[in-house]
């Protein structure tokens, strides 16, 4: 598997509050991609940051990569009610030839208004 | 920005029916996906496609599956003959190259076998 154990994640935070979700993989990747996936739709991506990075921001989103214990957080500052959604990370491995992307479990995050 | 239309948003059947789902992905771009989601859970990857081909393929994407793109029309992905756990939500994905390319994804075609 190309994760570690772990379990669905839920989180409810109150909007304006900040929050941190992590993920882990396994197998070693070049890159970390963030996706959002709100009920009913399809993935979005939301940031990319690259093996050679180790923290990369884009408005009020911050990620971070630790490619020797192999994880990567996702930050968001200030939460808006609009932010409830599912955060999923995603790898790919130096092997895929068509850029197959592996998914994580996933965070569910809860903002309350 | 860029969309992928997936057609139709839900599909009812009964199992051991052939169900084909429907994909307009975005225009310029040249790799195709199909990922698989039960209610809610991960995001499976069943196949990618390029240039006409497979290019790889998981444990999911049984004997039964089938995709194509014939003449630079739908991306269709095939299943005969459905079996029950076959029910999720699947969705379409493409990107315009390789590397770190974002996927872009469609909103999913709800999947449910009788």
């Known amino acids: 598997s190309q994760w570690g154990e772990e379990n669905l994640q839920a989180l409810s935070i109150q909007e304006g509050e900040d929050v941190t979700m992590n993920c882990s993989y396994k197998?070693?990747?070049?890159?970390v991609q963030w996706y959002r996936q709100k009920s009913g739709k399809g993935p979005a991506q939301l940031i990319l940051?690259?093996?050679?990075?180790r923290e990369k921001r884009s408005g009020r989103l911050r990620a971070t990569l630790d490619t020797s214990s192999q994880s990567s957080s996702l930050s968001i500052t200030g939460t808006l009610a609009t932010d409830t959604a599912v955060y999923f990370c995603a790898t790919r491995g130096t092997n895929s030839a068509g850029n197959k992307l592996t998914f994580g479990i996933g965070t569910r995050v809860l903002v309350r208004p | 920005g860029p969309k992928v239309l997936q057609i139709p948003s839900h599909q009812i059947i009964d199992m051991g029916q052939m169900v084909t789902l429907n994909c307009d992905p975005v225009?310029?771009?040249?790799?195709f996906y199909w990922y698989k989601q039960i209610l809610g859970q991960q995001m499976e990857f069943l196949v990618n496609f390029y240039n006409g081909k497979v290019m790889e393929k998981s444990k999911l994407f049984k004997d039964q599956f089938s995709v194509e793109r014939p003449d630079g029309s739908y991306f269709t992905l095939k299943i005969q003959p459905t079996a029950l756990e076959d029910s999720a939500v699947y969705f379409c994905a493409s990107s315009f190259g390789t590397g770190d390319e974002r996927l872009f994804f469609g909103h999913g075609t709800k999947l449910s076998v009788l």
């Open positions: 225009s310029n771009h040249l790799y």
């Open positions: 940051i690259r093996s050679n990075e």
């Open positions: 197998t070693y990747t070049t890159v």
